[in-house]
């Protein structure tokens, strides 16, 4: 079990079966989906798949996002796809409620996460893809510590228009540096 991950009042703890109803809540709400790479909704069992299959398994480092002095929790952040044999794994995060998003608690969750990884984990790189339409969610990134890698051209097609995706990357020793 991992202690809370904290800074200022933004907070890291990591998920639990219990936190499924905020979850699919979250995950399926609009403004949350018009950013993710899968669109559909995902049900109970979907996402009880995912801490199965994922999480419990170690291919997924998964925490929710909680304000300490309100003691609530507004989002999620990940490292999903871990890769051991390359040391890397990709990020990701979605801020569940409205009034939680644009005041920099992703880069505080962001920042939260790439120290646990970095200093627990034997990950060497943490990679992410993103819209680049997301412009907040990139100055985001970037605030973090993410540099930019590339641009995938017209890689993600939905609702037949394509879209250009933005790699971004943090390698362990950049991070260390910081």
């Known amino acids: 079990m991992i202690k809370n991950l904290c800074k200022k009042n933004i907070c890291l703890r ?7 109803d ?16 899968t669109r559909n909704n995902i049900t109970k069992d979907d996402h009880l798949r995912w801490l199965e299959n994922k999480v419990e398994k170690g291919h997924c480092i998964q925490f929710i996002i909680f304000k300490s002095d309100e003691k609530v929790d ?27 998003r644009g005041k920099g608690y992703g880069r505080i969750a962001a920042e939260l996460i790439l120290e ?40 993600y097609k939905y609702d037949n228009n394509f879209y250009d995706v933005v790699v971004m990357s943090i390698l362990k020793n950049s991070w260390m540096e910081r």
């Open 74 to 100: 507004f989002g999620t952040v990940f490292i999903k796809n871990i890769d051991n044999s390359n040391k890397k794994g990709e990020f990701g995060i979605f801020i569940g409620e409205n009034n939680y």
């Open 14 to 20: 990591e998920i639990t079966i219990q936190d499924t």
């Open 116 to 155: 646990y990884t970095f200093n627990h984990t034997p990950l060497n790189r943490v990679y992410l893809k993103v819209l680049e339409e997301n412009v907040g969610a990139i100055k985001s990134y970037r605030n973090a510590g993410f540099v930019y890698e590339g641009t995938l051209r017209q890689s």
């Open 22 to 37: 905020n979850i699919l809540k979250w995950r399926n709400t609009k403004d949350v989906r018009q950013n993710l790479f």
